[in-house]
């Protein structure tokens, strides 16, 4: 299969990680998401990936309890070291090499995050897992994703989610909510369309990142995504 893209920033939400089991990590949805991920990298495509840490730990829903903001998205962005710890697991018991960068110095764990050091590993063909958001506080994941992606270069940021796309309304609660094939950035701002938010938007429109919002939880989605077949919304 001939592939659209050369190189991908991958960003995957930490709730997708729990699977059916509501909490933690669901080691059956990982092993799928590494067979994904095996697919098209062995295609030769470049992977890196950025994933939240909301199935262990969110730093907004922490302050609302009462934790201090900066040291609720500091326990969040710890949260996405041990999602991306688990993944790069399973991509190597997959027989897919990986290497893990966190964007705070935590060596051993993963190797503190440079562009050039990601760009190397995908170079050599490993996936490029970058975890602990940008290190700063009040930034999303989502932030840190398309930061990455632009600092790695990547052809396209992938959103992957448990919904098929960008719809008008929530799918799941309007019936009536219909699917943009595309849309652009102005448009998602201007409908207020909860795909991401403002900065993660803004970050990527500026520096013409396209994105491509997509069910990651049907398997061979991915595959089919970086193939060029039109599921999914794309955002330009």
Known sequence: MRSKYNRVLLKLSGESL??????????????????????????????????????????????????????????????????????????EAAGQPASVFTAINMFPIGEHYSKWKAIEALKQGRVAIIAGGTGNPFFTTDTGSAL?????????????????????????????????????????????????????????????LPIVVFDMDTAGNLAKVIAGEPIGTLVY
């Open 148 to 208: 990455r992606g632009i600092e790695v270069e990547a052809d396209v940021m992938l959103k992957g989610t448990r919904v098929d796309g960008i719809y008008t309304a929530d799918p799941e609660k309007d019936p009536t909510a219909t699917k943009f094939s595309e849309i652009t950035y102005d448009e998602v701002y201007t409908r207020g369309l909860k795909v991401m938010d403002l900065t993660a938007t803004a970050l990527c429109k500026e520096n013409h």
């Open 18 to 91: 729990m699977g059916h089991q509501g909490y933690g990590i669901d080691s059956q949805r990982l092993g799928e998401y590494a067979a994904q991920i095996t697919e098209i990298a062995s295609q030769g495509v470049q992977v890196a990936i950025v994933i939240g840490g909301g199935n262990i730990f969110r730093g907004l829903t922490g302050a609302a309890k009462g934790f201090d903001r900066v040291k609720g998205d500091q326990m969040g962005m710890l949260a996405t070291v041990i999602n991306s710890l688990a993944l790069s697991s399973a991509l």
